[in-house]
């Protein structure tokens, strides 16, 4: 079941000092907000720093209300209660959020830097969160940006999911870049001229753009 605030927020980017008029404190390095609802039987408590966390508390027991989290309980008071939650974060996406092509935040700084040197802009022709960036004059692809899970690229069994960017390369270079952490065989694409690369911020931005550029230049 993928996290409720990892749904809401998805392709989301919070500006802070909208976090701050909608009532968050920052304490810690870390913006905060809670709220009362479902008549004050509950607390929803979101937390935003490097990572995005919530929970609800039962105010009752003072403890979090665990049956949230599981798929199985679908009772309808633990779907009422998740409905309220869901509430909440949406109130404050639609508030304080501006949306953005893409999940990770290297993706999107990728794809505002593949704007500024090519001025292309990703589109997205599946309607899901797969965003090709192709040349102007011809409409041929030269990235593809996807977002998968660390399974699909790996199969280690790893559910948590991220963007990648895959990117022709010159064949010749192909066992050298493998050597690189971060990079690996593309998915969904012919491994013999094309890498994946992890959109985790292992590789660097200006290291990640050397290889768009070098794969503009290989699908023109």
Sequence with gaps: MIRIED???LKKKFDFEKLKEFGFCFENNTYIYS??????DFKAVIEISDVLKGKVIDNFSNEEYMPLRIESFDGDFVCRV???YKAILKRIA?????DVFFADDQANRLANRIFQTFGVKPDFPWKDDNGVFRHLDNNKWFSLIMYVTWDALL?????????IINLKIDTSKRDELYEIDGIY????MNHKTWISVVLDDTIRDEKVMELVT??????K
């Design 7 to 9: 749904e809401i927020f």
């Design 35 to 40: 709220e009362d609802f479902m008549d004050g």
């Design 155 to 163: 199969k280690n069994g790893d559910n948590r999911k991220l963007n």
């Design 185 to 188: 065989p593309a998915f969904h």
């Design 82 to 84: 998740r409905d309220a």
């Design 94 to 98: 639609d508030i304080c959020c501006t």
């Design 214 to 219: 070098c794969s503009f230049d290989l699908t």
